[in-house]
């Protein structure tokens, strides 16, 4: 393979820009875990004010955001729904229920995230004999099925839903920058239907580390504890936090390049994939491909690997793209003819 490497595999992928690495360098620092580093307080402030939310605490991985997000509202035994396919379930290593000892009820939905009418199947009644159902988590936009945006029409309802039974509501919103980037929707507007919410640095934003946990100044107060307690306690991190007040600038007002880049994308791939494959229209960055069966799947992500096209499988049969920063600006036409030059697109 001579060809220059084309890393659909995830937005994680990209590395800092040189002026995000002199941001880092230059960053003004101190102890985070005392609140004495200037440069996390300014990334927290400004985070929190474009969420309009009271405050945000900066914790090291989306992972634990999520887990500190279970926790604020949870006490042990208590119960949180979500869709089978939510991060939370399906990629945190069962966190919640090791660590914090809730219990996760999921659900499955069509459309790949929970809708009003799933927490009223799943809730549980009043009884001595049944665990508090005590929250409702939505990942949004919805990883595994294709970068979808959870509609804002369909976030309101889950709050009013939530509130009709008393219970919490989080976001996983990891990637709600690209959610609110396609709908025009401001961010401050979808956190206003939370209880609280999460956000990544890494994922499409050209960060290497960091998420934010956002929400009113008591419970961002008890996120702290639980952030030193699961050991995300950091000290000089202002030299990783400039890294997300340069991102929130300079990359977040571009991430509809990477949206037009999917579209692309999955527009040149019906081009020149063979019958039996179907590619899935993006809603945002990520371009999912179906393939008529798992040893196809698996074939064609070999295939395409000595083509320089790298990706995985998010199912037995489908298979994930993610555009971002990092790929040049034709690397959707470059796939798309690396795949014909090869002839039968698998």
Same mark, same amino acid.
């Given at each position: 393979?001579?060809?220059?490497?084309?890393?659909?595999?995830?937005?994680?992928?990209?590395?800092?820009?040189?002026?995000?690495?002199?941001?880092?360098?230059?960053?003004?620092?101190?102890?985070?875990?005392?609140?004495?580093?200037?440069?996390?307080?300014?990334?927290?402030?400004?985070?929190? @004010?474009?969420? +309009?939310?009271?405050?945000?605490?900066?914790?090291?991985? =989306?992972?634990?955001?999520?887990?500190?997000?279970?926790?604020?509202?949870?006490?042990?035994?208590?119960?949180?729904?979500?869709?089978?396919?939510?991060?939370?379930?399906?990629? @945190?290593?069962?966190?919640?229920?090791?660590?914090?000892?809730?219990?996760?009820?999921?659900?499955?939905?069509?459309?790949? $995230?929970?809708?009003? @009418?799933?927490?009223?199947?799943?809730?549980?009644?009043?009884?001595?004999?049944?665990?508090?159902?005590?929250?409702?988590?939505?990942?949004?936009t919805a990883n595994?099925? =294709?970068?979808?945006?959870?509609?804002?029409?369909?976030?309101?309802?889950?709050?009013?839903?939530?509130?009709? $039974?008393?219970?919490?509501?989080?976001?996983?919103?990891?990637?709600?920058?690209?959610?609110?980037?396609?709908?025009?929707?401001?961010?401050?507007?979808?956190?206003?239907?939370?209880?609280?919410?999460?956000?990544?640095?890494?994922? +499409?934003?050209?960060?290497?580390?960091?998420?934010?946990?956002?929400?009113?100044?008591?419970?961002?107060?008890?996120?702290?504890? $639980?952030?030193?307690?699961?050991?995300? =306690?950091?000290?000089?991190?202002?030299?990783?936090?400039?890294?997300?007040? $340069?991102?929130?600038?300079?990359?977040?007002?571009?991430l509809h390049e990477?949206?037009?880049?999917?579209? @692309?994308?999955?527009?040149?791939?019906?081009?020149?994939?063979?019958?039996?494959?179907?590619?899935?229209?993006?809603?945002?960055?990520?371009?999912?491909?179906?393939?008529?069966?798992?040893?196809?799947?698996?074939?064609?992500?070999?295939?395409?690997?000595?083509?320089?096209?790298?990706?995985?499988?998010?199912?037995?049969?489908?298979?994930?793209?993610?555009?971002?920063?990092?790929?040049?600006?034709?690397?959707?036409?470059?796939?798309?003819?690396?795949?014909?030059?090869? +002839?039968? =697109?698998?």
């Open positions: 393979m001579t060809e220059n490497i084309l890393d659909f595999r995830s937005d994680t992928f990209t590395k800092p820009s040189p002026g995000m690495r002199k941001a880092m360098a230059e960053a003004e620092v101190g102890d985070d875990v005392f609140g004495e580093d200037p440069t996390v307080r300014a990334l927290e402030q400004k985070t929190a @004010e474009l969420f +309009g939310k009271q405050a945000a605490v900066f914790v090291p991985s =989306g992972t634990m955001a999520n887990l500190i997000g279970l926790a604020v509202h949870c006490a042990r035994g208590d119960e949180v729904i979500m869709e089978r396919r939510t991060h939370s379930f399906a990629h @945190e290593v069962g966190g919640g229920a090791a660590l914090l000892g809730v219990l996760f009820n999921t659900v499955d939905s069509s459309s790949g $995230y929970i809708l009003p @009418e799933h927490i009223d199947m799943a809730v549980r009644k009043k009884d001595v004999h049944q665990p508090i159902s005590k929250l409702v988590v939505v990942e949004n595994l099925v =294709g970068g979808k945006i959870v509609p804002f029409d369909t976030i309101t309802a889950l709050r009013k839903k939530t509130d009709e $039974y008393q219970m919490r509501f989080h976001m996983d919103g990891a990637r709600i920058w690209h959610a609110s980037t396609a709908t025009g929707v401001p961010l401050h507007r979808w956190a206003s239907k939370t209880h609280s919410l999460s956000c990544c640095l890494s994922k +499409g934003l050209g960060c290497p580390v960091g998420s934010l946990v956002i929400s009113d100044s008591q419970t961002v107060d008890l996120a702290r504890w $639980y952030r030193k307690m699961l050991g995300g =306690g950091m000290r000089q991190a202002g030299v990783i936090a400039a890294c997300g007040l $340069y991102a929130l600038e300079h990359n977040l007002p571009r990477d949206h037009e880049m999917a579209a @692309e994308l999955a527009h040149e791939f019906t081009k020149v994939l063979p019958e039996g494959f179907q590619v899935q229209a993006p809603d945002t960055n990520m371009v999912v491909v179906n393939t008529p069966d798992e040893s196809t799947c698996q074939q064609t992500i070999a295939n395409w690997e000595k083509m320089g096209i790298l990706c995985f499988a998010v199912s037995k049969t489908s298979i994930r793209m993610v555009t971002h920063m990092d790929l040049p600006p034709d690397a959707a036409k470059q796939a798309a003819r690396r795949i014909a030059k090869a +002839g039968n =697109g698998s």
